[in-house]
């Protein structure tokens, strides 16, 4: 899961930034900050780079941009109709007014409580547990979408080995059997798609259920097909597995 952040106070922003690290490292959990911001337009760059269902920490005033959070979550929720929406804010009466958007938040926090570090952490938890149950609604099935031109395929998991990213945002499916199927995407939208699809590297995505062994350098998958990585690769996949 990717985390972004955006308050108009450097202060308070380095607070929850922090509040965030911690809990991650904490529990262990996979889990990204990808931007803590002041600007909401870095928000807006960002996101539709890193797939969908991710968590967005907002404060609602942002100053003196030109958006305010409400503005900014309406964004984010065109560009990924399963973020978590998480309100950081001293205004309570607009709870109402978020409401009337449609954009569904996850939870409001009141910005400099005394409880605010722990309302954090459990905003967190929540968020990361959706995100866990919205990528076991593909494993429940077996089967993972992939949008080849204007049609949507549907493939077996097992017959799934990995994704390597190709030039022109293309992205080539290795199969089982020596089959491969080239489609437009990138590869920081993959994980969502199955959670044995695992992010190795920012030009690979690997089915984990499909290997067979992990050498120094090397993934050898259940077929016999073979990948080169780096060792710090290999052992982040290591890593992985053992957590899962």
Same mark, same amino acid.
Do not use: W
């Given at each position: 899961?990717?985390?972004?952040?955006?308050?108009?106070?450097?202060?308070? !922003?380095?607070?929850?930034?922090?509040?965030?690290?911690?809990?991650?490292?904490?529990?262990?959990?996979?889990?990204?900050?990808?931007?803590?911001?002041?600007?909401?337009?870095?928000?807006?760059?960002?996101?539709?780079?890193?797939?969908?269902?991710?968590?967005?920490?907002?404060?609602?005033?942002?100053?003196?941009?030109?958006?305010?959070?409400?503005?900014?979550?309406?964004?984010?929720?065109?560009?990924?109709?399963?973020?978590?929406?998480?309100?950081?804010?001293?205004?309570?009466?607009?709870?109402?007014?978020?409401?009337?958007?449609?954009?569904?938040?996850?939870?409001?926090?009141?910005?400099?409580?005394?409880?605010?570090?722990?309302?954090?952490?459990?905003?967190?938890?929540?968020?990361?547990?959706?995100?866990?149950?919205?990528?076991?609604?593909?494993?429940?099935?077996?089967?993972?979408?992939?949008?080849?031109?204007?049609?949507?395929?549907?493939?077996?998991?097992?017959?799934?080995?990995?994704?390597?990213?190709?030039?022109?945002?293309?992205?080539? !499916?290795?199969?089982?059997?020596?089959?491969?199927?080239?489609?437009?995407?990138?590869?920081?939208?993959?994980?969502?798609?199955?959670?044995?699809?695992?992010?190795?590297?920012?030009?690979?995505?690997?089915?984990?259920?499909?290997?067979?062994?992990?050498?120094?350098?090397?993934?050898?998958?259940?077929?016999?097909?073979?990948?080169?990585?780096?060792?710090?690769?290999?052992?982040?996949?290591?890593?992985?597995?053992?957590?899962?």
């Amino acid at each position: 899961m990717k985390i972004f952040i955006c308050e108009d106070n450097n202060e308070v !922003l380095k607070k929850i930034e922090q509040v965030i690290k911690n809990y991650i490292m904490i529990n262990d959990l996979s889990v990204e900050i990808i931007t803590s911001s002041t600007d909401p337009l870095n928000i807006l760059e960002e996101a539709p780079k890193h797939g969908i269902a991710n968590s967005y920490f907002l404060d609602i005033d942002l100053g003196e941009n030109a958006m305010t959070g409400i503005d900014l979550g309406k964004k984010i929720r065109d560009i990924d109709p399963f973020a978590k929406l998480i309100y950081i804010t001293n205004f309570d009466n607009m709870q109402m007014r978020i409401l009337n958007e449609m954009i569904a938040p996850l939870a409001y926090i009141t910005k400099n409580s005394d409880d605010m570090d722990e309302s954090i952490r459990k905003a967190l938890t929540k968020a990361y547990e959706q995100y866990i149950q919205s990528t076991k609604l593909n494993s429940n099935i077996g089967k993972v979408p992939i949008k080849v031109g204007l049609k949507q395929e549907f493939y077996d998991i097992n017959e799934l080995l990995y994704f390597e990213a190709l030039e022109g945002h293309k992205i080539r !499916l290795n199969l089982v059997n020596n089959k491969e199927i080239i489609f437009f995407g990138k590869i920081s939208n993959l994980e969502i798609l199955h959670p044995s699809i695992y992010i190795c590297h920012r030009s690979y995505a690997i089915n984990l259920d499909n290997i067979d062994k992990l050498d120094s350098k090397t993934v050898i998958f259940k077929d016999g097909t073979s990948i080169y990585l780096s060792s710090k690769t290999i052992r982040r996949i290591k890593k992985e597995i053992k957590n899962r």
